[in-house]
């Protein structure tokens, strides 16, 4: 017996017009995938070092003015690192103008709606853009910390001083001093630390005190005086030597627009604690 076709011929044909319809309407993208970069490092004004960060804290911006065809849109923001590198291996050859947020006096309050023309970049190939910004808060090492067999605790001294004279941004109070411990990872921060050890102060009386060594030592905070920071808790010390990243980061009550009170920070120590 004969079989007769599954579907009828009209069906068919109609099937392939609209096929054939479709394809003529898909067309292929020919622009290039973006293949420049822009990189750089953000660089503290008073100190003269990379910037202190945490991950992600710092954020660049940039805005095309090349592109004509529609009002300029910000491009997706990237972060730096926690030593204010940058490096965004994934733009569109351009004019652009670029911005920078985080915890310091901020470059361009009100962009994208006001531009500063003097960060207008060409970004072709690879572009460096370094910035060297005024910071809120830098704060210094006095004593690097040590391990405290008597109480098993990390401490240190350290010095808070303003980062900048800028009016806006120079005479608020204290907010946060936190002594982060971490023991599994070289890059302590408020994103990463041990909540067992790390110290996050946000009071700061005027008969302050603090026990080294079994010895009650006054310690009240003000800005430009030595300071003492001091684990919580109790680290245990291990038949095999073993090392605890830390690191202070302090932030005052000043708002800065966009980002809001980020914390400064201090470089990075370590601490090794053996039996």
Not at 60 to 79: D, H, V
Not at 97 to 108: D, K, S
Not at 124 to 141: A, C, E, N, P, R
Not at 163 to 175: F, M, Q, R, S, V
Request: proline share 8%; glycine share 6%.
């Amino acid at each position: 017996m004969q079989r007769g076709n599954k579907y009828p011929m009209p069906v068919v044909l109609i099937a392939m017009l609209i096929v054939s319809c479709l394809t003529a309407c898909i067309k292929a993208d020919s622009y290039a995938e973006p293949d420049a970069t822009i990189r750089g490092t953000i660089y503290d004004s008073l100190t003269g070092q990379p910037l202190q960060l945490d991950m992600g804290e710092a954020s660049i911006q940039l805005l095309e003015l090349s592109w004509t065809a529609t009002a300029p849109t910000p491009n997706p923001n990237f972060g730096a690192n926690t030593e204010g590198y940058y490096n965004n291996s994934r733009i569109f050859k351009g004019y652009y103008n670029i911005n920078i947020n985080g915890p310091f006096v901020p470059l361009a309050p009100t962009w994208p709606s006001v531009i500063d023309s003097s960060r207008n970049i060409n970004i072709q190939g690879v572009t460096t853009k370094d910035f060297t910004v005024s910071s809120m808060l830098v704060i210094q090492w006095v004593t690097p910390p040590v391990f405290n067999a008597s109480d098993s605790s990390i401490t240190a001294t350290i010095k808070v001083i303003r980062g900048t004279n800028h009016p806006a941004y120079n005479h608020d109070a204290i907010k946060n001093i936190n002594f982060y411990i971490n023991g599994n990872a070289p890059y302590p921060a408020n994103s990463n630390y041990d909540n067992r050890y790390t110290n996050v102060k946000t009071s700061f009386p005027n008969n302050e005190t603090v026990v080294l060594n079994g010895v009650v030592t006054s310690n009240v905070f003000a800005y430009g005086n030595n300071y003492i920071v001091k684990s919580i808790g109790k680290i245990a010390p291990t038949s095999t030597p073993r090392t605890w990243w830390v690191r202070v980061g302090a932030c005052t009550t000043t708002n800065i627009p966009v980002v809001g009170t980020p914390l400064n920070y201090s470089t990075i120590q370590t601490v090794t604690v053996s039996k």
